[in-house]
């Protein structure tokens, strides 16, 4: 079998878990360090060899078009196909089915992984399966379907979340990365929603297609999908627990990373790992970090505290103002020595008065 040279991201999902945040932003495209999301699933298909990559789109496709283009500039041919109406995980891909051939990768488009898909291919070749299914141990799987497969991988059963008490057989749940023949695809209504992990795979084992779950050995994955699992996936990027060929924007310096076109007083502070974008400002006595990250045109202003936060584009943070472990979406302000705590998240525009203290 050859390698897959073609991908299809399942980015029609209107990210319910992340508003306020994706309300006035695409889920896919929220930003990682400055970079919108997929730009790691794109890097982590190219690094593959993977570049011909269709995007299955049906919330604020307008948002995903803007940040992505045609992927030219991430090494990527990148194709648009948008639903009139939200078809679910298996719609999406369905969808997509005239475009690819051969074997494709699937990837949920709210993953953030390092898997191995090279050798996640050897093993669906040396098996002869028609799909595989990245699988990944969580230590608590009370919030995710579990799937049960035979000591040689292949798939057994798919069972939904447990209930609290019911004995569980197994840890292992899908991790929203599969390798599937493009033929297979076909089998799924068009024009109506589906679900993949519901009926599409649990149909395949019934009718006995040689169906395989391949556990990652060592592989980083997160499901981004909340606002605590976004933050804490900033975090990771920034203490290199995901490998990624995708580096923060700007440029290294003592263990963070900043725009040229940043300016940062003499005596403001860059404590790493941290995240400084372009034109950002960064007023007298100013700390940023650690593990913080600041979009593109906001302004800390003087002795200003930005730690463990994420801060997005045009946010305005006056003098003397705390933001710690929180998410600040884009163009809100923060008014002078106001302090915003942990677990907080502001929408667009939200704006902190003066001496205000916003918790959680």
């Avoid at 999301?37 to 919330?59: K, M, N, P, W």
């Avoid at 929603?193 to 006995?208: M, N, T, W």
């Amino acid at each position: 079998m050859s390698r897959p040279t073609q991908a299809v991201i399942l980015a029609g999902g209107e990210g319910t878990r992340l508003r306020p945040l994706t309300l006035t932003r695409a889920k896919p495209v929220v930003p990682l360090l400055n970079r919108p999301f997929l730009a790691y699933q794109l890097a982590l298909l190219r690094e593959h060899g993977v570049t011909d990559v269709i995007l299955a789109c049906s919330y604020r496709v307008d948002d995903v078009q803007a940040a992505l283009g045609d992927g030219h500039a991430l090494g990527t041919r990148l194709r648009y196909v948008v639903e009139r109406e939200p078809l679910g995980t298996g719609g999406g891909v369905r969808n997509a089915a005239d475009l690819v051939e051969g074997t494709v990768v699937v990837l949920n488009g709210d993953v953030l992984t390092d898997a191995d898909l090279t050798g996640m291919r050897a093993f669906h070749g040396a098996r002869g399966s028609r799909t595989t299914i990245l699988l990944t141990r969580v230590a608590d799987p009370a919030a995710y379907g579990l799937v049960e497969t035979a000591a040689d991988g292949r798939l057994l059963r798919f069972r939904e979340k447990p209930a609290p008490g019911e004995p569980r057989t197994t840890d292992t749940i899908n991790a929203g990365i599969y390798l599937i023949d493009a033929a297979l695809l076909r089998r799924m209504p068009a024009g109506r929603p589906v679900s993949i992990e519901r009926e599409f795979f649990p149909a395949l084992v019934a009718d006995g297609v040689p169906c395989h779950g391949w556990l990652g050995p060592g592989a980083y994955w997160r499901d981004i999908g909340s606002i605590a699992a976004y933050r804490e996936a900033q975090v990771d990027l920034l203490e290199h627990r995901v490998r990624t060929p995708l580096a923060p924007p700007g440029v290294a310096r003592d263990g963070s990373w900043r725009e040229d076109s940043a300016r940062v007083a003499a005596t403001a502070c860059v404590a790493p790992p941290a995240v400084v974008g372009a034109r950002v400002v960064l007023e007298a006595g100013a700390r940023v970090g650690p593990r913080a990250v600041v979009g593109a045109g906001s302004r800390i202003g003087a002795g200003a505290t930005v730690e463990g936060a994420v801060v997005w584009e045009n946010v305005d943070v006056g003098p003397g103002a705390a933001l710690r472990d929180c998410v600040v979406a884009t163009g809100c302000r923060i008014g002078a020595h106001a302090e915003v705590g942990p677990g907080v998240v502001l929408e667009a525009g939200a704006v902190v008065a003066a001496g205000a203290t916003v918790a959680r």
